[in-house]
């Protein structure tokens, strides 16, 4: 069965440096999202992204977020300058259109 | 206000019982799922009700839903250890494939 796949599975980054978390999501779908699992707590929606756009955000999507779409297979989340209470699960989904979200395993993302 | 909220928030039965595990939310939905995560895992989609429906089977699982309540049950029968994990309801709005919004989770543990 197709997968969504994502890369790095963990992620250790110094406060106040780059990161991009990397997401191949199922090759027929065109709803694509980024959510977060902070440590014990509930899985939270950052964005979704269709048709090249962002789709909706939510208000952890601040001006330090950003998605991308650089090619037909991979989906990016970059977090421009990290603190850390961006320390979390990073999960990505997707999905055809009205069906349920499948979702990769996640990357770690550890904030020094 | 919070949506998709599970109760109870931990359930310990042994092997070859039933488990339930309910969920309740607070506006209109278009989709309830149940979502299973396994220790540091990512979600693996286990069922989708619409809200047009009122139950749903789909193995050893059974869902309810009941829309004038804002309220699913998710049932498993005959349970084995290896259905522990945390479960989630994740419920969805009107409109194409929009963001899900989870619960904090039920821990399920089955004991052998």
């Known amino acids: 069965e197709p997968e969504v796949t994502q890369t790095p599975s963990h992620q250790v980054t110094q406060m106040g440096q780059e990161v991009i978390l990397r997401c191949v999501p199922i090759s027929n779908h065109l709803y694509f999202y980024w959510y977060r699992q902070i440590l014990g707590q509930k899985v939270e929606f950052l964005v979704s992204f269709y048709n090249n756009e962002i789709s909706e955000k939510s208000e952890i999507f601040d001006d330090q977020f950003s998605v991308e779409r650089p090619d037909g297979s991979n989906f990016t989340l970059k977090i421009r300058s990290t603190k850390l209470e961006d320390s979390a699960m990073y999960f990505c989904?997707?999905?055809?259109?009205?069906?349920?979200?499948?979702f990769g395993d996640g990357t770690r993302l550890s904030i020094l | 206000s919070q949506q998709g909220e599970e109760d109870p928030q931990a359930l310990s039965i042994q092997e070859g019982e039933n488990a339930t595990m309910n969920c309740s939310y607070k506006t209109s939905i278009n989709n309830l799922q149940w979502y299973r995560q396994n220790s540091g895992r990512g979600l693996v989609h286990l069922i989708l009700?619409?809200?047009?429906?009122r139950e749903k089977h789909s193995g050893r699982l059974r869902v309810t839903l009941d829309t004038s309540k804002k309220s699913s049950s998710l049932l498993i029968t005959a349970s084995r250890a290896a259905d522990t994990a945390s479960y989630f309801c994740a419920t969805d709005a009107w409109g194409a494939n929009s963001k899900l919004t989870f619960g904090k989770g039920i821990t399920l543990s089955v004991r052998p």
């Open positions: 009700i619409r809200s047009n429906e």
């Open positions: 989904a997707s999905t055809e259109i009205d069906q349920p979200q499948h």
